[in-house]
């Protein structure tokens, strides 16, 4: 009886000492609901409650039903307008307008943390930069390597990568299945190492374009949103000693991930040590603008260089930005030529009219006043979209107009270029893929929503570089192969999940390779 009697005390103490702590707790939580439903500068903002009250409403489809969020807010804005609130503080938007509110009108908004540190672990590279002044500066320093003058002088690096792709191609054992999709990934990461780096991976090297840092990039993608929201577990692997990664696991990609860090962490520590070492390469490479900056009148000013932390970041911000949008772009063009024999036979025949002899260095000059090339780049281009994730941004210092409604300084706002590339007030028919859209009467005024690179003055630093690797990589593959679809549908290019770059969900491009006639 007396135990039964000290079970129940027991019991009951426990019990309100879990109230004790579950009461403020629980106080807490509803005081933050209630502030964000019914005081919060955006109540009046419309837009799911759930999506009010917690950042976990974007969580669920990010996470749970992976990259899923940008469709569901496609939902939301049928439902609610042209702007919703997705989050306790952050805005969608959905009309052209804006767009250009955000992006370009609104020089002083800065980056919003949620995305750029959390995800990307680069927080001290331009592309990450939540201070526009620091982000001018730094691109100030950079420009001078993605100019159209040095693009034009360091063309050779991207046509001699764009031609061991048609070499592989043309030796693929029994004419394929190619995995297409790698070999222009594979393409492009040693485009953008070669260039940025003066140095290769050799990834179009491996047999079936699978490299291994391929693979780290892919599931760099799959891990996107996990890195966001568990970022302190994800910067704990990424600070694990090389041996212990090893111990674990010698075949993984994060070891693959840690050594290439390793690898650059290493070049970058002998140029700091020894600048002679940087004229011992190739070429001009980003490091020599970064190392030794100059002044306007040409001499060098050590006192702008960036920290090795620095350094480091920004290798890595250019790697991931050049070595996947111009693959994604490359792929969903390719498909939709090959599926469509009337565009790819407009292709082909162009280009042989301008570039008759298809043994000879093609000249970028001819192929970029080519109409029908530039045109079917631009649709693989709106088609492909770029960044699909909307890129926040937090109004400020003062409460701003966008999109026509006046919105609260501190506020995140966003939109994704999708809304745009999609909107059928813009584009006629708009998941219809039409190169001819780009050649018509009033063609020239689409240009101003064709923003796979954004806008104003944080758009992707590397667009010159972009559109130099689209002429010469395209127009190479349709002048100097003939290819065919193996085993693909439209089905697969169709719906894409969104990690922060659109992955198709369908089958990967694979292609056969034909008897040029």
Same mark, same amino acid.
């Given at each position: 009886?007396?135990?039964?009697?000290?079970?129940?005390?027991?019991?009951?103490?426990?019990?309100?000492?879990?109230?004790?702590?579950?009461?403020?707790?629980?106080?807490?939580?509803?005081?933050?609901?209630?502030?964000?439903?019914?005081?919060?500068?955006?109540?009046?903002?419309?837009?799911?409650?759930?999506?009010?009250?917690?950042?976990?409403?974007?969580?669920?489809?990010?996470?749970?039903?992976?990259?899923?969020?940008?469709?569901?807010?496609?939902?939301?804005h049928l439902k609610y307008g042209p702007v919703v609130r997705v989050g306790p503080?952050?805005?969608?938007?959905?009309?052209?307008?804006?767009?250009?509110?955000?992006?370009?009108?609104?020089?002083?908004?800065?980056?919003?943390?949620?995305?750029?540190?959390?995800?990307?672990?680069?927080?001290?590279?331009?592309?990450?930069?939540?201070?526009?002044?620091?982000?001018?500066?730094?691109?100030?320093?950079?420009?001078?390597?993605?100019?159209?003058?040095?693009?034009?002088?360091?063309?050779?690096?991207?046509?001699?990568?764009?031609?061991?792709?048609?070499?592989?191609?043309?030796?693929?054992?029994?004419?394929?299945?190619?995995?297409?999709?790698?070999?222009?990934?594979?393409?492009?990461?040693? &485009?953008?190492?070669?260039?940025?780096?003066?140095?290769?991976?050799?990834?179009? #090297? @491996?047999? %079936?374009?699978? /490299?291994? !840092? =391929?693979?780290?990039?892919?599931?760099?993608?799959?891990?996107?949103?996990?890195?966001?929201?568990?970022?302190?577990?994800?910067?704990?692997?990424?600070?694990?000693?090389?041996?212990?990664?090893?111990?674990?696991?010698?075949?993984?990609?994060?070891?693959?991930?840690?050594?290439?860090?390793?690898?650059?962490?290493?070049? &970058?520590?002998?140029?700091?040590?020894?600048?002679?070492?940087?004229?011992?390469? #190739? @070429?001009? %490479?980003?490091? /020599?603008? !970064? =190392?030794?900056?100059?002044?306007?009148?040409?001499?060098?000013?050590?006192?702008?260089?960036?920290?090795?932390?620095?350094?480091?970041?920004?290798?890595?911000?250019?790697?991931?930005?050049?070595?996947?949008?111009?693959?994604?772009?490359?792929?969903?063009?390719?498909?939709?030529?090959?599926?469509?024999?009337?565009?790819?036979?407009?292709?082909?025949?162009?280009?042989?009219?301008?570039?008759?002899?298809?043994?000879?260095?093609?000249?970028?000059?001819? !192929?970029?006043?080519?109409?029908?090339?530039?045109?079917?780049?631009?649709?693989?281009?709106?088609?492909?979209?770029?960044?699909?994730?909307?890129?926040?941004?937090?109004?400020?210092?003062?409460?701003?107009?966008?999109?026509?409604?006046?919105?609260?300084?501190?506020?995140?706002?966003?939109?994704?270029?999708?809304?745009?590339?999609?909107?059928?007030?813009?584009?006629?028919?708009?998941?219809?893929?039409?190169?001819?859209?780009?050649?018509?009467?009033?063609?020239?005024?689409?240009?101003?929503?064709?923003?796979?690179?954004?806008?104003?003055?944080?758009?992707?630093?590397?667009?010159?570089?972009?559109?130099?690797?689209?002429?010469?990589?395209?127009?190479?593959?349709?002048?100097?192969?003939?290819?065919?679809?193996?085993?693909?549908?439209?089905?697969?290019?169709?719906?894409?999940?969104?990690?922060?770059?659109?992955?198709?969900?369908?089958?990967?491009?694979?292609?056969?390779?034909?008897?040029?006639?």
């Amino acid at each position: 009886m007396n135990n039964t009697s000290e079970m129940v005390s027991l019991s009951v103490m426990y019990f309100s000492l879990l109230l004790t702590l579950l009461t403020p707790l629980s106080a807490w939580i509803v005081t933050v609901f209630v502030y964000r439903l019914v005081f919060h500068p955006l109540r009046k903002f419309p837009g799911p409650w759930l999506a009010a009250a917690t950042d976990y409403y974007a969580g669920y489809f990010d996470l749970v039903k992976g990259g899923q969020l940008l469709s569901h807010i496609e939902k939301l804005h049928l439902k609610y307008g042209p702007v919703v609130r997705v989050g306790p503080n952050t805005l969608h938007f959905s009309e052209p307008q804006a767009f250009t509110d955000i992006y370009t009108y609104g020089t002083t908004f800065e980056k919003s943390k949620l995305v750029y540190d959390a995800m990307f672990h680069t927080e001290e590279s331009c592309h990450a930069f939540m201070d526009p002044q620091k982000a001018r500066t730094r691109r100030m320093m950079l420009n001078p390597l993605f100019s159209r003058r040095a693009i034009l002088k360091l063309r050779h690096v991207v046509q001699g990568k764009v031609d061991r792709l048609i070499s592989r191609i043309k030796d693929y054992p029994h004419g394929g299945p190619v995995d297409l999709a790698s070999a222009f990934r594979s393409l492009t990461m040693d &485009i953008i190492t070669g260039y940025c780096f003066a140095t290769s991976y050799d990834s179009l #090297e @491996h047999p %079936t374009f699978r /490299h291994p !840092l =391929i693979l780290v990039v892919e599931q760099t993608l799959d891990n996107l949103w996990s890195r966001k929201y568990f970022t302190r577990l994800t910067r704990l692997s990424l600070a694990t000693p090389i041996w212990i990664v090893k111990l674990i696991n010698s075949n993984s990609n994060l070891l693959v991930y840690l050594r290439m860090r390793q690898e650059i962490e290493s070049r &970058i520590e002998r140029y700091l040590e020894d600048e002679s070492t940087l004229h011992a390469v #190739e @070429h001009e %490479t980003v490091f /020599h603008h !970064l =190392i030794l900056p100059e002044n306007k009148d040409g001499s060098i000013n050590r006192d702008l260089r960036p920290s090795k932390k620095s350094l480091v970041d920004e290798a890595f911000s250019l790697l991931g930005a050049g070595s996947d949008t111009v693959g994604n772009t490359c792929s969903t063009g390719t498909f939709f030529a090959l599926n469509n024999p009337a565009i790819s036979s407009r292709l082909k025949e162009e280009l042989r009219q301008a570039w008759p002899d298809e043994d000879s260095t093609p000249d970028l000059d001819i !192929l970029e006043q080519l109409p029908y090339l530039t045109a079917f780049i631009k649709e693989s281009l709106r088609f492909s979209h770029g960044v699909v994730t909307p890129l926040p941004r937090v109004v400020g210092p003062t409460d701003a107009k966008i999109g026509g409604f006046v919105v609260p300084a501190g506020t995140v706002v966003e939109m994704s270029c999708v809304f745009i590339h999609k909107n059928p007030t813009i584009f006629k028919d708009p998941e219809t893929f039409s190169p001819d859209r780009w050649m018509g009467p009033g063609s020239k005024e689409l240009e101003t929503y064709l923003v796979p690179f954004s806008k104003g003055p944080r758009i992707c630093l590397g667009i010159n570089l972009a559109w130099c690797e689209l002429y010469l990589i395209l127009g190479t593959l349709f002048r100097k192969l003939d290819l065919n679809l193996y085993d693909n549908t439209i089905d697969d290019f169709k719906t894409f999940k969104e990690l922060f770059v659109p992955v198709w969900e369908g089958k990967r491009l694979k292609v056969t390779v034909g008897q040029k006639v």
